[in-house]
């Protein structure tokens, strides 16, 4: 029991939600081990319920039927609220509606202070935090002369000062431009990787799901599709089907696969194409 | 433009008034208060000028800073002049029009109040002037928690607050958003009478308020996700502490207040 807990730190059994006004589940007998160190991406359209999935793994939403353990903790246990939205942090979408502080620095310690961490260990929390985010030059700026890259990475820096297990995206991308896009994937996918932080990384953006060490598509509340991005971009009919994108390297390989290339399976990004094209068309090099 | 608007009239230093403790400087702007209600007669305005003069050459704040602090009174502080001017009753009388009149009392109570008028603002704006928002707000907060007792929420005041501060600017961003956006679509701000531009802002602050509560429902969203649960059981980033600065200053300001209230007994 207390391994499990460990090696998956988020486990979702057979969830639903449903809201008060609606007929449906907007969550349909979901079910998903997150492992410990992983980068899982969750995709969906407007509507698939992948935003209130991610409400319903750090007990914001309650589920209407079924169990979410975080660390072994089940959500539904009115005592463990606050021990479960400590392990499990999350960043919401708009950069601007998330920061409460007038200071960067202050807004990093808001989730120290309501912890009750005593006040001289939160200095080196807080610097160690907005290390990790490269804004330890804006400790002591205001929110609002930030941009919206910034602004994401301050809330993902309060997120990690309270040393959580795993850490929910709902979506941080999706009010950002492009290059605050790659700015805030590039840091938690850096954070993933040096410290093994476990992320759920909810989004619609195709591209950013296929950096993702595993992927699941959501559909009307239901999973659609789990696995690797490289097998579930193989499918290209079927994301189609639901509405989503497919990587446009994903596309074309699948494309010229069918035209009658020997093309592997799995190539998801401009690189990874152009070395299997070489192989193919100029096979003497 | 907007985007570098500071908050309040803050003015940033390092000087001891500003060093502090926010709560020694509102206590002692009580008493400074305190010490003008106790001024009887306007020559004795000299005792809380002094104490101004040492305040603001100690904050290195100039003349000029505490006078653009007054002047948005201008008109009361003349409205103020003229009513005790022409209608206080008195008995000797200097000059007298229908039911106008100058008495020596009027001009007396004229500039006496005139004067109370001008160095509670004065002094007032010292405590802004040196003191930052959010230094002002935690004050407010500690000084405010014996009321706990009497349910008086010190905690929430303070983090609504705070919350207000964080929020201009965005809202002020958002606020230009929408009438620019207006703008293109043919509104107009800017040309009519009072009413009619009155009315022109309707658009406006409709779309302005429905964001606010949407961006409230998100933010109360946030603050629970990170566990947020009231004041009860957290702790503070920034501590206050009293030093020997706040000594000093409360010795000062208690004792000018002893010498007016000294003045006033024996010179009348």
Known sequence: MEDTAVTFPLRIQEVSYQYEEEAQNAVDHVSMEIAKGSFVAV??????????????????????EGKVLVCGMDTATEEEVWNVRRHAGMVFQNPDNQIVANMVREDVAFGLENLGVPQV?????????????????????????????????????????????????????????????????????????????????????????????????????????????QEVFARVDEIKALGLDVPPMAEL?????????????GILNVSDMVKELKKVLCPSK | MLRDITLGQY???????????????????????????????????????????????????????????????????????????FFSSGTTIWFQWGILRISQEGVFTAIHFSMRLIFLVAGTSIL????????????????????????????????????AL???PTLIEEADKIMKAQMARGADFESGNLMKRAKAMVPLLVPLFVSAFRRAGDLAMAMEARCYHGGEGRTRLRVLRFGQLDLWATLITVGGLLLVIFTGVWFS
Request: with cysteine; proline share 6%; glycine share 6%.
């Open chain 1, 43 to 64: 995709l969906g359209h407007n509507g698939s319920g992948k935003s209130t999935l991610a409400k319903l793994m750090n007990a914001l939403f309650l589920p209407t």
């Open chain 1, 121 to 229: 260990d939160m200095p080196s929390r807080i610097e160690e935090a907005l290390r990790c985010v490269q804004m330890t030059d804006f400790a002591q700026s205001a929110p609002h002369m930030l941009s919206g890259g910034q602004k994401q990475r301050v809330a993902i820096a309060g997120v990690l000062a309270m040393q959580p297990d795993v850490m929910i995206m709902d979506e941080s991308t999706a009010m950002l431009d492009p290059s605050g896009r790659k700015e805030v994937l590039n840091s938690v996918r850096k954070l993933n990787r040096e410290q093994q932080m476990t992320v759920v990384w909810i989004t619609h953006f195709m591209e950013e799901a296929a950096v993702a060490d595993r992927v699941i598509v959501l559909d009307k509340g239901k999973t659609a599709m789990d696995g690797t991005p």
């Open chain 1, 253 to 265: 390989s699948v494309k010229l696969r069918n035209a009658g290339l020997e093309l592997p399976e």
């Open chain 2, 11 to 85: 003015m940033p230093g390092s000087s001891p008034v500003h060093r502090l403790d926010p709560r020694t400087k509102i206590l002692l702007t009580m008493v400074y208060i305190a010490m003008i209600f106790c001024v009887r007669s306007p020559i004795w305005y000299i005792l809380p000028l002094l104490y101004l003069v040492l305040c603001v050459r100690l904050a290195g704040l100039t003349f000029q800073q505490l006078l653009k602090a007054i002047k948005p009174l201008r008109f009361l502080l003349i409205l103020t002049f003229l009513l005790n001017l």
């Open chain 2, 128 to 163: 802004t002037l040196t003191t930052s928002p959010i230094a002002l707000c935690d004050g407010i907060e500690i000084l405010l928690k014996p009321l706990n007792r009497l349910r008086f929420p010190s905690h929430e005041l303070a983090m609504m607050m705070t919350i």
């Open chain 2, 166 to 168: 964080r929020f201009i």
